[in-house]
């Protein structure tokens, strides 16, 4: 299942987005695809919906930034999110200040590090993604859509959130 | 010395800026005021420098913006600021997310909860501001300007990082 996945996302990086809605198993194709070829432009200068620290294995500190769609509809706060919305997760190395911990004398400030886990774009299309409720996925390493972080494995950990629109983030003001 | 401080602060938010520079003690008192009278129109939609959390009694995680000209001078790395940079700090509650800590059977993800610790922000003026390196300082609670938040404060802690402008943030990419 995984080398089908694998090819059916090499054979759609070639030729492109063309051709999507006119497959029967569009839907389900557009699922198993990055939901964007680039990053979207201008992606790093977009406003701050919220910031976290993740433990474990990803052990990161994160930005999720929101393009003018996303931003209206989190600061509108009704909870769900019209196409068009655009949802970016930067995040980096989880990375003590060594300044701050010898004028404190213990760990005390914990910041961004060098650039880790790709950059993640969450896209809303309720017809396109219909089949990942709504939402395509993306995760960019190096600039490039990567290959091994699947749209599905996206969807199943966002599904944790479907009572918020599959959406994690709540807009911290 | 502290009441005279609270005074002096109380007599400045009266008088406005007005004066600023045509007295003698002009650069002294600078650094005793809020750099700020207002909060910078906009400043909540600027890009992300970085984020951090800050453990120990401020407890709290945040990001760090920069309007046009902070944002400029941190993606040339040139590691001195402009006169016109304006750096901004939001923090808020650090907050276990609850949903992931059930999905993941232990702490996951730590997010933005409610806004603490003020707004704060540090606008370079080498003139101005000589007296506390070329930066004044301010933070806004409840959208006004912080009478208890003395600007020496800030510049006495930012002076561990001289050697950087005193600037703690480097930006995250």
């Not at 996302?9 to 557009?30: F, K, Q, R």
């Not at 019209?82 to 300044?99: S, V």
């Not at 004028?103 to 396109?128: C, R």
Request: proline content about 6%; overall charge neutral.
């Amino acid at each position: 299942m995984k080398q089908i996945i694998v090819v059916s996302l090499a054979v759609g990086l070639v030729t492109g987005l063309i051709g999507y809605n006119a497959t029967a198993a569009g839907e389900a194709d557009a699922a198993r695809m990055p939901a964007l070829a680039e990053m979207p432009g201008g992606y790093r200068d977009w406003p701050v919906i919220a910031v976290a620290h993740e433990e474990g294995k990803l052990n990161d500190i994160r930005a999720i930034l929101g393009n003018d769609v996303a931003m209206k509809a989190f600061r509108a706060g009704a909870g769900t999110y019209p196409d068009g919305t655009i949802i970016a997760r930067l995040a980096w190395d989880y990375h003590p200040l060594e300044e701050s911990r010898q004028a404190f004398g213990a760990p005390q400030s914990f910041v961004a590090g060098s650039p880790k886990n790709g950059v993640q774009f969450m896209i809303k299309d309720a017809k396109k993604y219909a089949s990942t409720g709504g939402w395509g996925y993306v995760e960019f390493d190096n600039g490039k859509p990567s290959a091994t972080a699947m749209p599905e494995a996206c969807f199943a950990c966002h599904s944790i959130v479907k009572n918020r629109d599959f959406v994690f983030s709540q807009y911290a003001p």
